[in-house]
């Protein structure tokens, strides 16, 4: 059976992409299962810059086909921001996803609500010959000011999907990988892993 390597790090990122990956039949590893460790710096200009530059390095450093994404909090209030740089949105060092998230919130402090938002995701799939193909998923809502829910991690419990009455962090895992950002992204990597698998 041939594998899919997940290229990334983030733990909690590799939960839910071997949740959203589950059925495919092709077989899942991780970067610690193959002792590969690789830091890829996130430095590109857009999400598929980044994408694509992790799937790749991980996909040559492996010698396996490897699905990596980029993602990110767009709120309208702040122009896009954090946008690319959620992972960082930070004034200080070090900073942890609740400094994060407090941070965000200070900043719509005086913004008139709702404070509409999407969280964004790029997926890119490559190969270790370099190929590589990149599909998009897009998860719209609103932030609100205080916390609710213990599920998820980065912006789920300020992330309110209206038309559920829900953050992001009270949905079940099963909910969240029916309509988030990164499930959206994966079902439409779909075909691209079935071309390559031959599944």
Known sequence: MKKLLIATNNQEKVIELQELLLDTGIELVTPAKIQLELDVVEDGNTYTENASKKAIAFAQASGLISLADDSGLEVDALDGAPGLY???YSPKPG???GDRRAFL???LRDKPR?????FHATIAVATPAGDVEVVEGNCHGEIIPEERGTGGFGYDPI???PEFGQTMAELGMEEKNRLSHRARG???AMPILKKLFGE
């Not at 709702?114 to 999407?118: D, E, L």
């Open 114 to 118: 709702p404070w509409t938002a999407h």
């Open 159 to 161: 992330f309110f999907l």
């Open 105 to 107: 919130l200070q900043n």
């Open 186 to 188: 994966v079902t439409n």
């Open 86 to 88: 959620s992972a960082r």
């Open 95 to 97: 900073a942890k996803d």
